[in-house]
């Protein structure tokens, strides 16, 4: 059964950078959707990027746009976020997801929260501190 484990995480200051992985084990990656989201306690799950199964549509919400990057390995059976010019507000938990539906294949993705994936990691935390 397919799993994903969720790192990278940690406490860096404003302006820095993190790269979280998400890496696959008990089954395949590489037809899946994959879906960043995050989470604040107390306050809604946040989808902010996709890659899509082909690796052909990346998808990022205004809030990460042009800060950061999401990629996958299909070798390694790994997806990453690279988060770069990190603010406050980028303060939360993140987690990937993965579908073998198409769900990245345009902005309907922020739409769909995480239980519309097959399979979501346990979760990295970031934070974001002076």
Same mark, same amino acid.
């Given at each position: 059964?397919?799993?994903?484990?969720?790192?990278?995480?940690?406490?860096?200051?404003?302006?820095?950078?993190?790269?979280?992985?998400?890496?696959?084990?008990?089954?395949?990656?590489?037809?899946?959707?994959?879906?960043?989201?995050?989470?604040? !306690?107390? =306050?809604? @799950?946040?989808? #902010? *990027?996709?890659?899509?199964?082909?690796?052909?549509?990346? $998808?990022?919400?205004? !809030?990460? =746009?042009? @800060?950061?990057? #999401? *990629?996958?390995?299909?070798?390694?059976?790994?997806?990453? $976020?690279?988060?770069? !010019?990190? =603010?406050?507000?980028?303060?939360?938990?993140?987690?990937?997801?993965?579908?073998?539906?198409? $769900?990245?294949?345009?902005?309907?993705?922020?739409?769909?929260?995480?239980?519309?994936?097959?399979?979501?990691?346990?979760?990295?935390?970031?934070?974001?501190?002076?």
């Amino acid at each position: 059964q397919l799993q994903l484990a969720d790192s990278g995480g940690g406490l860096v200051r404003p302006g820095m950078s993190l790269r979280l992985s998400c890496a696959a084990s008990g089954g395949t990656l590489n037809y899946h959707a994959i879906g960043w989201f995050r989470q604040v !306690s107390g =306050k809604e @799950r946040e989808p #902010i *990027s996709c890659i899509s199964g082909s690796g052909g549509t990346t $998808l990022y919400a205004d !809030s990460v =746009k042009d @800060r950061f990057t #999401i *990629s996958r390995d299909y070798a390694k059976e790994t997806a990453y $976020l690279q988060m770069n !010019s990190l =603010k406050p507000d980028d303060t939360a938990v993140y987690f990937c997801t993965a579908s073998i539906l198409p $769900l990245c294949l345009n902005r309907d993705f922020f739409k769909y929260g995480p239980d519309a994936y097959d399979v979501r990691g346990q979760g990295t935390q970031v934070i974001v501190s002076s």
